[in-house]
């Protein structure tokens, strides 16, 4: 089973560098699916970032690519998201 305190450390290294890199609305929050909700799917990352330019420079920064080198023990996590869904959303203004 997988910890979110070790999902939320992972993402708070991450935050901390999009701060550094001058974003600090920007990033990723952890969400907890409620147990009665979902069977298998126990998290939801959400990551914002104000447009597309802001998400690229984040990305191709090295303090992003620093902070986002896993460790051993944040594999079993990274690896299942492989697996899982990725939907990008558009706000309707």
Known sequence: ???????????????????????????????????????????MIEGYWPDQAIYDTIHNHELYKQATKRADEEDEFWE??????YNRFTRVK
């Open 80 to 85: 299942s998201l492989i697996n899982t869904w």
């Open 1 to 43: 089973m997988i910890d979110p305190n070790e999902v939320m450390a992972s993402l708070e290294r991450i935050n901390e560098a999009i701060d550094s890199i001058g974003y600090p609305d920007a990033g990723y929050k952890l969400w907890l699916v409620q147990s009665d909700s979902a069977l298998d799917f126990r998290f």
